[in-house]
């Protein structure tokens, strides 16, 4: 089931990656979308190519099927609060607020609303998002559209909601953490004798492949690192030297500790 009009209210990393997403899918067209945020100079490269831009919360929801909220969590209750004459039940209330809870949201804009909360990531602007999503169950149907909308945007899953703490870290943050891998994969590329460009080349296109290798197999990523890790070779030698560094541990106690920084705030 299509949506008709989408307002996303904050045009940040977030909010301006899913419009640049939406367009790139030509699912909606950029007459259907609004974007609204305080600043006049964040909205022009939105208005330019088409997109409905407001500097009022208010006016940017006024005709829309579909509300995205995208400003930061701290920033939710001010403008939930601003936004509540504007809104009716009729309107399908998505919040990608990190950390704000389906309870907190229907207390804040009311039992009767169909309300979501999505977690994607920024590859949203190419339509490669990892997106989880999970709704306060006032409507199947409306989930449906929020599914369809975001199945356009890159993957989904509905999850239940007590899994979204760790949906936003592994999908969410999980884009930052795997670039760290590849800027630690370029600066020993550098080391060893790469240009900063041709170490980012080669080490982005090779996760590219790696991951493909899983993605297309279903392969369980041993199965796939055992093909290279030689008898007494060269791989064995450097995964060893990073377990013993502790890379693995690294990335679970890091992972951990950002999901616990969503659960105690
Ligand atoms: N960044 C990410 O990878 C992800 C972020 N999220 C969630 O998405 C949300 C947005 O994050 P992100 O895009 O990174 O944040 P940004 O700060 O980049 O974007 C938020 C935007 O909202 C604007 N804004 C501030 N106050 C208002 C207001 N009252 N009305 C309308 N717009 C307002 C901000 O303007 P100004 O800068 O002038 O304050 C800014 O342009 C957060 O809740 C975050 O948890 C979820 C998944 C991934
Ligand atoms: O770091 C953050 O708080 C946001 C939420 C998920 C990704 N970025």
Same mark, same amino acid.
């Given at each position: 089931?299509?949506?008709?009009?989408?307002? /996303?209210? =904050?045009? !940040? #990393?977030?909010?301006?990656?899913?419009?640049?997403?939406?367009?790139?899918?030509g699912?909606?067209? &950029?007459?259907?979308?609004?974007?609204?945020?305080?600043?006049?100079?964040?909205l022009?490269?939105?208005?330019?190519?088409?997109?409905?831009?407001?500097?009022?919360?208010?006016?940017?929801?006024?005709?829309?099927?579909?509300?995205?909220?995208?400003?930061?969590?701290?920033h939710?209750?001010?403008?939930?609060?601003?936004?509540?004459?504007?809104?009716?039940?009729?309107?399908?209330?998505?919040?990608?607020?990190?950390?704000?809870?389906?309870?907190?949201?229907?207390?804040?804009?009311?039992?009767?609303?169909?309300?979501?909360?999505?977690?994607?990531?920024?590859?949203?602007?190419?339509?490669?998002?990892?997106?989880? /999503?999970? =709704?306060? !169950? #006032?409507?199947?149907?409306?989930?449906?559209?929020?599914?369809?909308?975001?199945?356009?945007?890159? &993957?989904?899953?509905?999850?239940?909601?007590?899994?979204?703490?760790?949906?936003?870290?592994?999908?969410?943050?999980?884009?930052?953490?795997?670039?760290?891998?590849?800027r630690?994969?370029?600066?020993?590329?550098?080391?060893?004798?790469?240009?900063?460009?041709?170490?980012?080349?080669?080490?982005?296109?090779?996760?590219?492949?790696?991951?493909?290798?899983?993605?297309?197999?279903?392969?369980?990523?041993?199965r796939?690192?055992?093909?290279?890790?030689?008898?007494?070779?060269?791989?064995?030698?450097?995964?060893?030297?990073?377990?013993?560094?502790?890379?693995?541990?690294?990335?679970?106690?890091?992972?951990?500790?950002?999901?616990?920084?969503?659960?105690?705030?």
């Amino acid at each position: 089931m299509k949506v008709g009009k989408i307002a /996303i209210i =904050g045009a !940040g #990393n977030m909010g301006g990656a899913i419009v640049n997403g939406l367009l790139k899918s030509g699912y909606v067209e &950029a007459s259907s979308i609004a974007i609204a945020d305080p600043r006049k100079q964040t909205l022009e490269k939105f208005s330019a190519q088409g997109v409905n831009t407001f500097q009022d919360n208010s006016q940017a929801v006024e005709t829309a099927d579909l509300v995205i909220l995208a400003v930061k969590p701290y920033h939710i209750e001010k403008v939930i609060d601003g936004l509540k004459p504007a809104l009716n039940p009729q309107k399908i209330i998505v919040s990608i607020a990190a950390g704000v809870n389906l309870s907190d949201l229907t207390k804040l804009i009311g039992e009767e609303y169909r309300i979501f909360r999505v977690m994607p990531n920024t590859a949203i602007s190419l339509q490669e998002s990892m997106t989880c /999503i999970s =709704g306060n !169950g #006032n409507s199947e149907e409306s989930l449906a559209v929020v599914k369809e909308l975001f199945d356009h945007l890159g &993957a989904t899953v509905v999850i239940n909601e007590e899994l979204m703490a760790a949906a936003t870290v592994l999908a969410s943050c999980g884009t930052a953490f795997a670039l760290r891998y590849v800027r630690a994969a370029m600066q020993g590329g550098v080391e060893m004798g790469f240009g900063a460009e041709m170490a980012q080349f080669i080490t982005a296109q090779t996760v590219k492949g790696a991951v493909q290798l899983i993605m297309n197999t279903g392969h369980h990523p041993e199965r796939e690192i055992d093909k290279v890790t030689t008898p007494r070779g060269i791989t064995i030698t450097g995964i060893n030297e990073m377990e013993h560094k502790g890379f693995s541990s690294s990335v679970i106690q890091g992972l951990i500790a950002s999901f616990n920084k969503i659960e105690r705030g």
